[in-house]
């Protein structure tokens, strides 16, 4: 495993191009991994009756259960402090030395409430370490805006049931 990464370098009619490679393995935050595409934030509305303090928790859980039943790729929920989610691929307790394949850095950036709902806003910071991760990271990046605001096909069935 290791990274590599191209350029286009065009000056006037010249044109040129530049290679960089390692075996190592980069950290999993490193600038060069970030994703620039995708979603980058979402807003979610919840009930009025979750107070602002009630929202970091709210949002955890969905998170939480969007990881267990996430069942193309097995996820991992870890809180980081007290507004900070990394959602990554799990790995395998026997390799301990494998990395996951990509990491998504959520943040909780701004609690607004009024009379009628509270809204919260998330921030996302997409990293991939490899190929393999990039079909792994954006078929997550698919699902999780409707299950996290719970607007998808499948909130919407489940809601019509219950009302």
């Known amino acids: 495993r290791g990274s590599i990464r191209t350029a286009e370098f065009d000056q006037g009619k010249m044109k040129r191009w530049g290679i960089a490679w390692t075996f190592l393995t980069p950290c999993t935050r490193s600038p060069a991994l970030k994703l620039r595409g995708g979603v980058k934030f979402f807003e979610v509305l919840l009930d009025a009756t979750i107070k602002s303090h009630e929202a970091f928790q709210e949002i955890t ?69 490899c190929d393999d991760g990039l079909v792994k990271v954006r078929k997550v990046q698919n699902q999780l805006v409707g299950e996290i605001c719970r607007t998808n096909r499948r909130w919407r069935r489940r809601i019509k049931r219950f009302q």
């Open 61 to 129: 859980n969905r998170f939480m259960s969007f990881a267990e039943d996430f069942r193309m790729i097995k996820l991992h929920v870890n809180l980081e402090s007290d507004r900070r989610l990394v959602v990554s691929e799990s790995t395998d307790s026997k390799e301990i030395e494998k990395k996951s394949s990509f990491q998504i850095d959520v943040s909780i950036d701004g609690i607004t409430s009024d009379q009628s709902s509270t809204k919260v806003t998330i921030s996302l910071e997409v990293y991939c370490i």
